[in-house]
């Protein structure tokens, strides 16, 4: 059984229909990534699945019992509000502290449990984001752009790192990511994201896919292309059109 299934997912914002159609599913331990414009719906389609957004129409199956962790794209800390880091990570269900430990281990960041969360770097940021979502020993991991504001070298570590903890624990990744050479190099399916599902397949598939190339160009292989759109088909938003 999928551990996700999206069948002909429709979501609103007030009158705005921003997903229309979206059917796609997550299997276990597999690593499958979005990409897609700004505004896509990208982020829209997370939070439906974890269900901080209802359906319009359609509707999202889930396999029994199943246990997701989630890194949100970005997370303000106000710098007046005195938190460490071992407390933000037990604050969700009161993580063990044994469990807190070791994801922070996991997370590759195992001595800041004492430290404020306002004073992390962004790389530390993210690595406490990752472990919070490692607290709960997830089936799947749901990652929103997880490195965006890190430099290259802290952006590769950290793709490294979510690889090995597939490896290791088996959890499937669901993450979004502007970083097409990265996406293109450990996704093992990547679906491509306009309001609704231009493509999908893998990476190879996508890359060469006409949907794909009319929105990142075919420059490098396509991955390295700027975001363009090109369309030749229209994206009004009624799931008819959308399933063209
Ligand atoms: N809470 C909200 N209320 C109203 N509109 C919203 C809300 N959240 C997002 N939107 C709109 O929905 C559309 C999709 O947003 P979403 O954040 O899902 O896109 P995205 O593909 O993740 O974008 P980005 O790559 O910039 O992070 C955008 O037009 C956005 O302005």
Redo the contacts with the bound molecule.
């Keep these: 059984m999928s551990l996700v299934d999206v069948k002909h997912l429709s979501v609103r914002?007030?009158a705005?229909e921003?997903l229309s159609d979206v059917s796609m599913t997550i299997e276990p331990g597999e690593i499958v990534t979005i990409v897609?414009?700004?505004?896509?719906?990208?982020?829209?389609?997370l939070?439906a699945i974890v269900g901080a957004i209802p359906a319009a129409t359609g509707r999202i199956v889930s396999s029994p019992g199943l246990v997701i962790g989630y890194v949100p794209?970005r997370l303000h800390v106000d710098p007046t509000l005195p938190i460490t880091v071992g407390r933000f990570l037990r604050l969700p269900g009161g993580a063990a502290q044994a469990d807190m430990a070791a994801a922070l281990e996991r997370a590759g960041v195992p001595d800041l449990a004492n430290r404020q969360m306002s004073q992390l770097s962004g790389g530390q940021l993210q690595r406490v984001l990752l472990a919070r979502a490692l607290v709960v020993k997830p089936a799947l991991l749901l990652l929103?752009?997880p490195t965006a504001g890190l430099d290259q070298p802290g952006s590769a570590a950290f793709y490294a790192l979510t690889e090995e903890i597939r490896r290791e624990t088996g959890c499937a990744i669901l993450m979004?990511s502007?970083e097409l050479h990265v996406v293109m190099a450990t996704s093992d399916r990547v679906i491509c994201?306009n309001r609704h599902v231009c493509c999908h397949g893998t990476p190879e598939h996508v890359s060469s896919a006409p949907e794909y190339r009319a929105l990142f160009g075919t420059g490098t292989g396509g991955a390295l292309a700027l975001y363009r759109h090109e369309h030749d088909h229209s994206h009004n938003t009624t799931a008819s059109e959308a399933a063209e």
């Design positions: 914002y007030g705005t921003v897609g414009p700004n505004g896509s719906g990208k982020t829209t389609l939070r794209q929103d752009e979004i502007h994201l």
